[in-house]
């Protein structure tokens, strides 16, 4: 197990070749720095030192999970069908549920639990989590350069590695050693480990707007990102993951593509 983040002095700990990520998603908690998604391949593990189910609800096409920590804390989570029931016993890395295809998901979504930490007399809101500090790991090979090799195609979306990767860090993505993650501009924002005034993606200086915890800035994405001139949808990018996603295109495995980014009001050649 690893350590990925820490939220009042708990630590949210994964398996060593999980993938997961803090502000790849639309919704609110991930912007506000209060949430994480961990892409286990089928069942979702308990990622703190112990809690009991203390609720579970069904929610249209979801679930919510309540588990609590501690008389005041509380962690929530969404995406899981529950094998488990109310006052189960839960310890670090215990199966609890499976993971489903959230009618809440974009079609380019892959399975994924949801864990924020919370008061427990506020458990429910999609504001007021506490905050999540990211641990910065260096797990996989990183490039800050443009070139990329599609290496799997799926239904909705690609997977491309970086080109002549060579040092490690948390995300295959890097400004200036500094792992950027996100989905954008398709989310509208994306995330850079570090406090930096800007950062340079695919050649373009893009603004920091805000920093959370003192350590992540979050720049608006007001941009489009073209992949051998092709505009595409997107682009995922996720921690101890070695591929990003791209997301709306027509290359297959084994093209070689350059990806560049334009502002809104500039027209591609």
């Known amino acids: 197990m690893m350590k990925i983040a820490k939220a009042n002095e708990l630590y949210f700990e994964v398996p060593n070749e999980v993938w997961y990520s803090f502000y ?29 189910v203390k609720e579970i609800k069904k929610i249209k096409a979801d679930f919510l999970i309540i588990i609590e920590i501690s ?10 069908k529950p094998e488990v029931d ?27 639990a949801h864990f924020e930490l919370r008061h427990c007399n506020d458990r429910y809101r999609a504001k007021g989590g506490l905050p999540i500090e990211p641990i910065i790991l260096r797990k ?5 350069k443009n070139k990329f090799e599609v290496v799997e195609r799926r239904d909705n979306y690609c997977w491309i590695k970086p080109l002549n990767a060579k040092e490690k ?10 792992s950027i993650e996100g989905g954008f501009p398709h989310y509208k924002y994306g995330a850079i480990f570090g406090k930096e005034k800007e950062a340079n993606i695919f050649g ?5 707007k805000e920093y959370l915890h003192n350590k992540v800035g979050i720049f608006e994405a007001n941009f489009k990102i073209f992949a051998n001139g092709q ?12 591929k990003i996603k791209l997301i709306g295109n027509s290359f297959k495995e084994g093209d070689i593509v350059e990806m560049k980014i334009l502002q809104y009001e500039t027209k591609i050649d």
Not at 71 to 80: A, N, R, Y
Not at 140 to 144: E, I, Y
Not at 169 to 178: A, C, K, R
Not at 231 to 242: A, D, L, V
Request: negative net charge.
């Open 231 to 242: 505009r595409i949808k997107g682009i995922g990018i996720y921690c101890n993951q070695e």
């Open 24 to 52: 790849n998603s639309p919704y609110i908690s991930h912007k506000l720095g209060s949430a994480i998604d961990v892409y286990y391949p089928e069942k979702a593990l308990f990622p703190l030192e112990e809690g009991k």
């Open 71 to 80: 008389d005041e804390l509380c962690l929530k989570v969404l995406h899981v």
């Open 169 to 178: 860090n948390l995300t295959p993505l890097l400004f200036n050693d500094i």
């Open 140 to 144: 996989v090979f990183a490039t800050s």
């Open 204 to 208: 373009k200086s893009v603004l920091i």
């Open 86 to 112: 109310i006052g189960d016993k839960l310890y670090l890395g215990d199966e609890f549920g499976e993971l489903i295809s959230s009618g809440f998901f974009m079609r380019w979504s892959d399975r994924h």
